[in-house]
């Protein structure tokens, strides 16, 4: 391994290799422990708001942008920050990883973009974790895009919807679709930063030179001027495999500081999730899975201060 893996994120890639070893205990807590001195637990807040808007974009399916989206989320509540999810994705994987069933739902973020006297207070429900709130997808957003194409400013449709929560929250994540179309591109407009997760294997490493290099790009350099990259996070990895490490290593070498210190191990706890409906962080409150995002969080509070 070569330098570009040093400080925090060596010590992350040491976590990694801990989970590995333990899967799928969930207990040991030492190197997590001292991992979290790294980036120190952010004070308590005593107001909250104006929000700061941060889209979860990977055009790639299944590399982990709804797990990040829900644990994040609930890392960042559990230190005390007012979250809101917007699940911009038709296949709803969000709302339904929050417990909620799209088919029960009254209304969804499709309302919201598509019915002007809609907005973002009437489709909002509550998760399970305190100070976190979500709005809901279901199947119909597949039509938003289509149906916004003939709009005047269609793509800052879900820029002006949230931004009258900004007041009320801390943070607001938006779990994007695996697609670069009109729905990501609202996203990238309605938000001041972004996060990539990234699954660390070759075809990846492409995909992310087109996305940094020109969507990302040409929506900084068209409408929306002050978003910024908050971090690529390196979601799924194997320590055991020299390929996923190698490709860590060139992602290190070509972003620098942008990638995140914290890794997230590959582990089956995540796909458990899955079918309780919960976060991690209060599936299995003391999984390395769990500590890793929380460490995530913090790292992300300590990069926004
Ligand atoms: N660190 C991880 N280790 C193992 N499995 C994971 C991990 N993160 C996510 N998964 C699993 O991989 C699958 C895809 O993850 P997820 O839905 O978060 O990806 P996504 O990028 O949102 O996918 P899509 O592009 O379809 O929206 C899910 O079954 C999830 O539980
Ligand atoms: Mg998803």
């Known amino acids: 391994m070569n330098d ?10 040491q976590l990694s290799r801990d989970v590995q070893a333990e899967m799928p205990d969930d207990g040991a807590l ?3 422990t001292r991992a979290r001195g790294k980036f120190p637990e952010p004070p308590p807040l005593e107001s909250h708001g104006p929000a700061r808007i941060v ?30 999810l917007v699940d911009f994705d038709p296949q709803a994987s969000l709302t339904i990883g929050l417990g909620i069933d799209p088919l029960a739902l009254d209304a969804s973020t499709y309302d919201m973009v598509i019915d002007r006297e809609m ?5 909002r429900v509550k998760t399970g974790i305190d100070g976190m709130d979500l709005l809901p997808s279901d199947i119909s957003l597949s039509g938003a895009e289509i149906q916004l194409v003939s709009e005047v400013a269609r793509e800052t449709t879900l820029a002006r919807e949230l931004e009258v929560m900004r007041p009320e929250y801390d943070l607001i994540l ?3 679709q695996p697609s670069l ?3 990501t591109v609202n996203a990238l407009t309605a938000a001041d930063g972004v996060i990539i997760p990234l699954e660390c294997e070759y075809f990846a490493l492409r995909g992310l030179g087109f996305l940094v290099d020109k969507t990302i790009r040409t929506v900084q350099e068209r409408i929306n001027p002050k978003l910024r ?11 055991r495999t020299l390929h996923a490490r190698e490709i860590l290593e060139e992602v290190v070498e070509r972003f620098g500081e942008t990638v995140f210190h914290t890794i997230i191990s590959r ?3 995540f796909p458990e999730t899955n079918k309780v409906g919960e976060p991690i962080t209060t599936y299995a409150p003391s999984s390395l899975a769990a500590e890793a995002y929380r460490q995530l969080a913090r790292e992300l509070l300590s990069r926004m201060a």
């Open 119 to 123: 907005g973002a207070e009437d489709i």
């Open 55 to 84: 889209a979860i974009v990977n055009q790639k399916g299944g590399v982990g942008k709804t797990t990040t989206a829900i644990n994040l989320g609930a890392s960042l509540a559990e230190l005390g920050r007012r979250v809101l």
């Open 181 to 183: 179309g009109l729905l």
């Open 4 to 13: 570009s893996m040093n400080g925090p994120r060596a010590e992350s890639a």
């Open 174 to 176: 938006i779990d994007c």
């Open 229 to 239: 990259i908050e971090g690529i996070l390196a979601t799924m990895f194997d320590m």
């Open 30 to 32: 030492e190197e997590t």
């Open 267 to 269: 582990t089956v706890r």
